[in-house]
């Protein structure tokens, strides 16, 4: 069994980590010191009183939103960039584009930059469709002949058809982000700057436009992605960006910069008494998936004393075959009363993305009661119908049920990240077939008549 007390403690989720490189490396966007700060009135009234006072008078409220923003992303980058509602996201988007300007730091981009931001921004809603393409072209340097030529691209991307002559303050917002989407990307820009845009979409556009990011990196151009799909994150990027109450919590790896996301989330949800915090757990374990470190997010009022992949003889395994049933089996010791804990567990493929997720509560399980000083023996079966490849398992163990509003649990205890890797092998007795799992269909086939 793989003993976690055994695990060293790297290092705490300190703010303001980022990584810095040299304009030799390539860097096409970099940001120094980089802080906003806007004024906030109570009223109209408190703004008027304080301009005519000619500086006697103060009645605003300092409110900043960035504050010594510092990151470099080089060309042919995909960068997310993550963090709540009111975190900074589209505040320093803007600044990137030129939207705005910072009160402090310098911004540097290098290459044309094409942006996508919220709705509404960037088009003149009295104007139509075909216009405001045009207006678009010609505010980033393209001749009307330039752009007439690449109208009909547009509009085939967009798909919103007589529309493109209307104005678009007629617009649904899928039409909006349609149009709005096609016209940046057939700029050919250098950069890209999507801000939540993709939200509004349906599901045939999503696609199309998640396939022309993957063409977009491909050319070796630079991507900025601003999402709330924390998969999605994980899947497309080569590095994501924390903001956290106008502070760059962390720039690294994907999956390991979701899973400080998820600290602060769980901070948000917590109910309980004792607050919860994070750190990076170091493991000595061969390298397999893209993050090698074990994320723990909890009170410390629970530990995870250990946890194991076994096989069906209860011999330890990390090499499961296709089809074959496993268990996951790990020891919870707590040191509070827990009222109505549950457990959880999910799986993570080599790019951090959750395949399957599920906990005692959703599977309307009512564990009994713990003691302080108790322990608990929790086992999960499981036939392996998973593709071959590298995966990773994440447990966690919360208290007191769901709050129903917002499906989040009242008492967040301990949440290890990636705690165990495994491989998935080919078995011969097992079919092949494309995707994550193996949905063991059963087919009937009949010679009609």
Request: charged share 25%; with cysteine; aromatic share 10%.
């Amino acid at each position: 069994m793989s003993a976690i007390t055994n695990l060293n403690i790297a290092k705490n989720l300190d703010n303001g980590r980022c990584r810095i490189a040299n304009a030799a490396a390539g860097i096409v966007i970099s940001a120094r010191n980089v802080t906003k700060k806007f004024r906030l009135y109570d009223s109209p009234y408190a703004r008027l009183q304080e301009l005519l006072s000619f500086g006697l008078l103060k009645r605003h409220r300092d409110f900043w939103a960035l504050k010594n923003i510092n990151f470099d992303i080089k060309k042919g980058e995909t960068v997310g960039l993550i963090g709540r509602n009111g975190s900074g996201k589209s505040t320093l988007l803007k600044m990137l584009c030129s939207v705005s300007q910072p009160t402090n730091g310098t911004i540097s981009v290098s290459g044309i930059i094409s942006t996508i931001l919220e709705l509404g921004v960037g088009f003149t809603p009295d104007l139509t469709g075909r216009e405001n393409i045009y207006l678009k072209g010609i505010l980033m340097g393209f001749s009307k002949e330039e752009m007439t030529k690449r109208i009909p691209q547009i509009e085939k991307f967009a798909e919103i058809g007589d529309y493109i002559d209307h104005p678009v303050k007629y617009y649904s917002d899928g039409m909006f982000v349609r149009l709005a989407f096609a016209s940046a990307i057939n700029i050919d820009p250098d950069i890209l700057l999507v801000d939540e845009a993709l939200a509004v979409g349906d599901l045939r556009f999503q696609q199309k436009c998640y396939s022309f990011f993957e063409s977009f990196k491909e050319k070796k151009k630079t991507l900025l992605l601003v999402s709330h799909d924390l998969n999605l994150i994980k899947s497309l990027c080569d590095g994501a960006i924390l903001l956290d109450k106008g502070k760059l919590v962390h720039y690294g790896q994907p999956d390991e910069v979701v899973d400080r996301y998820l600290a602060i989330l769980f901070q948000d949800a917590h109910n309980g008494p004792v607050p919860v915090e994070g750190t990076i757990v170091a493991r000595k374990e061969e390298k397999v998936l893209i993050d090698n470190t074990v994320v723990r997010i909890g009170t410390g009022e629970v530990d995870l004393e250990e946890v194991s992949i076994l096989d069906n003889n209860d011999n330890e395994a990390r090499f499961i075959s296709s089809g074959q049933y496993f268990k996951i089996r790990f020891v919870v010791k707590t040191s509070k009363d827990l009222i109505n804990p549950h457990y959880g567990i999910s799986f993570r493929n080599n790019r951090g993305v959750e395949l399957f997720g599920v906990n005692t509560y959703t599977m309307h399980l009512n564990p009994s009661p713990l003691k302080a000083g108790e322990k608990v023996t929790v086992e999960y079966g499981f036939d392996c119908q998973l593709t071959p490849g590298d995966y990773s398992i994440s447990i966690g163990i919360a208290d007191k049920g769901i709050e129903k509003k917002s499906f989040y649990f009242k008492e967040y205890l301990l949440s290890m990240q990636n705690v165990l890797q495994f491989k998935v092998v080919e078995s011969l007795d097992s079919i092949i077939f494309n995707g994550y799992f193996n949905m063991k269909p059963i087919v009937k086939i009949s010679k009609s008549s």
